[in-house]
């Protein structure tokens, strides 16, 4: 079955330090990617899309995200973390191939000290 | 609204108790989905409207589980019987475009915590 993976169940980390969240997923062919943000208490947001085309996808926030194909990846990035990005954050697949469908991750928590 | 409404925000059942949660998507958005999310987990699929029609009903857990969506804005999941092991957060989204008509991310709603005692 289609699956989606996410490294860490929980990451801490000190305000300014560098965040890379990991996420694999299982799909062939062509796939849709996203990453949500759930803050506490919010509802799921999006943080990026990729679709298509260059496979380095900026989002709000200074998030981004890298799509590698070849490894079935596409990993979250922020150069330097604040406290307000304390959040659990949720990778997302879909693929017309699969479904009509998202398969999400299983979260991970990001807890920033400040 | 300006985004996905659900209601209740918060629903404690008795076991054996039917319930019946609400979702009003963004107007005019096509696409609706309905999610389980229990907790510490990701959301999972529980099934895809496409305005009225229910295309994909594969993730609903049981036959106690029933959605519809009638005139293609409004949905509602009615959990019959309900059990504890139904006891999550149950998310809607909803997409403008038909997910076969290109991408397009979903929009997401508070979602309804049921608690079945």
């Known amino acids: 079955a289609q699956s989606v993976s996410q490294h860490n169940h929980h990451v801490i980390l000190s305000e300014a330090a560098s965040l890379e969240l990991g996420c694999n997923y299982s799909?062939?062919?062509?796939?849709?990617l996203f990453w949500y943000v759930q803050y506490p208490g919010q509802h799921l947001q999006l943080l990026l899309k990729?679709?298509?085309?260059?496979?380095l996808v900026k989002g709000i926030k200074g998030f981004e995200a890298e799509f590698i194909k070849s490894k079935f990846s596409f990993n979250l990035r922020k150069p330097s973390v604040q406290w307000s990005d304390t959040a659990e954050y949720f990778c997302?697949?879909?693929?017309?191939?699969?479904?009509?469908?998202?398969?999400f991750g299983p979260g991970t928590r990001l807890s920033v000290l400040p | 609204g300006a985004g996905v409404s659900q209601s209740p925000r918060y629903k404690v059942a008795k076991r054996g108790q039917d319930v019946a949660l609400r979702c009003d998507p963004i107007?005019?958005?096509?696409?609706l989905f309905w999610y389980q999310q229990a907790l510490g987990q990701g959301p999972e699929f529980l099934t895809y409207?496409?305005?009225?029609?229910?295309?994909?009903k594969s993730g609903l857990p049981s036959d106690r589980f029933f959605a519809e969506r009638p005139e293609g804005s409004v949905s509602t999941l009615k959990i019959q019987r309900t059990q504890q092991e139904d006891s999550a957060v149950y998310l809607c989204?909803?997409?403008?475009?038909?997910?076969?008509?290109?991408?397009?991310?979903?929009?997401f709603g508070n979602g309804t915590r049921l608690t079945v005692t």
């Open positions: 989204a909803s997409s403008p475009r038909p997910t076969g008509l290109g991408p397009s991310p979903l929009h």
């Open positions: 990729y679709f298509s085309g260059d496979p």
């Open positions: 799909y062939g062919g062509t796939v849709n």
């Open positions: 107007s005019g958005h096509v696409s």
């Open positions: 409207f496409q305005n009225e029609a229910q295309l994909d």
């Open positions: 997302a697949v879909n693929s017309r191939n699969y479904g009509q469908n998202f398969v």
